[in-house]
């Protein structure tokens, strides 16, 4: 391993005159002190000349291997992707693979006359977030049960164990056109890096001898985000424009290839599940791979037969995420949640901060793509069917954590370090008290930010209330104590506020905090205790609505989907389809996909 030398490129920017590699994508690969990798083919020390930029082009020219003949048939090619799927077992990959086979076998017999653009299958996840797996299980599918469609496997991975390279001068197009050669050929590694190939030959190849052939390709967003034009146009007119072709691509964000009029930032803000020309060529999108019990998660390896239900909600019961994360043991370099936000090296703006905040909370809520947030923080979210976007609450915690300090998102960042802390601990059901306590804030920060009627509907459409953080203390060990001390607490606020109460004392009889609402006037209060339970339980007693007049909610992870006939005095059970519109579309990760089936 050695140094880097930069030469200028043809195509602009500069690339390594050693090992090829590109300095924009050497960039993404440093580490958090914005060093770049070591060079695998470069000498310790820089020579005082370093190789001349003809010079070395002459060189890589004379080195280049033409290519306008094939050796092998699609027919022949071989799942490249390196997933050894006897290792774990793979939770929920099958469902995951037949979804795409599904849309691959509609969309194949699709081609795009000037109306109708066919729309490419993308699987859109954080890092380790199962989509090579998926890549290579639809790989699989396809050479057993469809004889007549023929699947090609590239990949611009760049931490494969044979990580992608560009080649210097390389562009975009030329790339994707070098990896499909690779697999239509016997070629070593070094061979397969100075391919040129021709690209009217490589289509033919494709067309005179297998009519239905899918494109399979991992992580796009490595090659370019955005693609340039020609690289775009190649993926159009190759895979997507004519009946039997089809693409099918992995990207950890947004990566356009219509051209140069869809940026990735505002891509899914426009993308369809159907071919809409009004709109773009769209995507077709599938809901990634998620955990439907503990412990089938726990049976993808003798590793995660520790985990637990904090850990699991953490990680968003993402098996891949889970699986990487409890297999970390051992490995030179460790990658949590927290190293790989510090990888990426994202910087907000001061200025930009609360706007970024502000859509990101939005996003949590609603799941609809804002294209501002997508900027900075795009590459952690998971895309589902539906085009929503939703995070783990192991990422949520880094993000809040770069954007602000006010007191709601300190409080944010204390519930989310108390579930960090304490991810080992079984039986506890704090995942769910946390998840339901950062729902709440959430709303509250939209009631204070965009006149929302805030958590339980206590505040008055559009009067944006300031926000207020307390907690009772240890000895306030009853509702009579609890209302005296909240009645102290609310008469110091004099304008329009949203008060949200804690408690210290752990063993609190009846509920776990409250919310409170004053106009700034001690005679117009609204306060409402809420209770939240994993389990499928009913409250012991009452609430005394003299001291409580909103009464208490019970929060239930089991929720029934029907409220029952007779609940105790002064409560309100929430059903499931309520608890799910309560926590957002991003919080649902948090719960295992069997809550969220109505029973």
């Known amino acids: 391993m050695g140094r880097h030398g930069f030469i200028g490129l043809p195509t602009g920017g500069m690339g390594c005159a050693y090992c090829g590699q590109t300095r924009e994508l050497l960039e993404t690969r440093g580490g958090a002190d914005g060093k770049l990798p070591p060079c695998p083919e470069g000498p310790d020390e820089l020579p005082a000349q370093p190789p001349s930029p003809s010079a ?89 049960q469809c004889s007549d469609i023929h699947p090609i496997a590239i990949s611009f991975n760049g931490n494969a164990p044979a990580a992608f390279r560009r080649r210097v001068g390389e562009t975009q197009a030329q ?25 009217e030959a490589l289509d033919r190849h494709l067309g005179d001898h297998h009519h239905n052939v899918v494109l399979l390709l991992d992580e796009l967003n490595n090659l370019g985000a955005p693609l340039d034009a020609d690289a775009a146009a190649l993926l159009r007119e190759m895979f997507l424009d004519r009946a039997g072709r089809f693409l099918v691509f992995s990207s950890h964000f947004p990566v356009a290839i219509e051209g140069n009029d869809v940026m990735a930032s505002d891509f899914l803000g426009r993308a369809q599940c159907a071919p809409n020309p009004a709109s773009g060529r769209g995507v077709s999108m599938v ?42 043991t051992g490995r030179r370099s460790v ?22 905040l502000q859509k ?106 300031a926000l207020a953080f307390r907690t009772l203390p240890g000895e306030c060990d009853s509702l009579q104590n609890a209302r005296t001390r909240m009645n102290d607490m609310i008469a110091a606020y004099t304008v329009p506020t949203l008060i949200y109460v804690g408690s210290a004392n752990a063993r609190y009889p009846e509920v776990e905090g409250f919310v409170a609402y004053t106009d ?45 006939r007779e609940p105790k005095a002064g409560w309100t059970y929430m059903t499931s389809a309520q608890v799910r519109g309560f926590l957002g ?8 996909r069997e809550w969220l089936q109505d029973p």
Request: charged residues 20%.
């Open 56 to 144: 070395k082009r002459r060189r890589l020219e004379s080195e280049l291997i033409h290519v306008d003949t094939f050796a092998k048939p699609v027919s022949e090619c071989v799942n490249s992707f390196n997933v050894e799927f006897d290792r774990h077992r793979f939770v929920d990959l099958d469902r995951v693979a037949d979804d795409c086979l599904t849309i691959v076998r509609n969309q194949l017999t699709l081609e795009t006359p000037h109306a109708d653009r066919v729309p490419p299958l993308v699987l859109m996840r954080f890092a380790r977030g199962g989509k090579t797996s998926t890549l290579a299980k639809v790989f699989d599918l396809l050479k057993q």
């Open 520 to 564: 700034g006037r001690s005679s117009s209060v609204k306060i409402v205790g809420f209770q939240m339970k994993s389990a499928d339980v009913k409250p012991r007693r009452g609430i005394n609505t003299r001291l409580i007049h909103g009464g208490a909610v019970l929060i239930r992870g089991r929720a029934r989907a029907k409220r029952p």
């Open 360 to 465: 990101f909370v939005m996003e949590l809520r609603s799941g609809r793509r804002d294209p501002l947030v997508a900027r900075y923080y795009g590459a952690l979210a998971s895309v589902g069917a539906d085009l929503r976007v939703s995070y783990p609450l192991c990422y949520v915690k880094e993000i809040l954590a770069q954007l602000s300090d006010d007191a709601a998102v300190t409080t944010l960042l204390e519930i989310l370090n108390k579930l960090e802390s304490q991810l080992g601990i079984t039986h506890s059901g704090l995942a769910w008290e946390c998840t339901v306590q950062v729902a709440i804030i959430l709303q509250m920060l939209a009631a204070h930010w965009f006149g929302w009627v805030g958590p339980f509907g206590l505040v008055p459409t559009g009067t944006k209330p």
């Open 585 to 592: 579309n991003s919080l649902l990760l948090a719960m295992p």
């Open 287 to 328: 809901n990634m791979s998620l955990g439907s019990t503990l412990q089938e998660l726990r049976d993808m390896s003798t590793a995660c037969e520790a985990l637990t239900e904090q850990k699991a909600a953490w990680l968003a019961y993402i098996p891949s995420l889970i699986y990487i994360t409890m297999n970390n």
């Open 175 to 199: 790339s994707i056109l070098r990896l499909i050669a690779a697999q239509l050929g016997d070629y070593t590694p070094e061979q397969a890096l100075r391919l040129v190939v021709d690209r």
């Open 335 to 356: 990658v949590t949640p927290s190293t790989r936000v510090a990888q990426m090296n994202i910087t907000v703006d001061t200025g930009s901060q609360l706007d970024v």
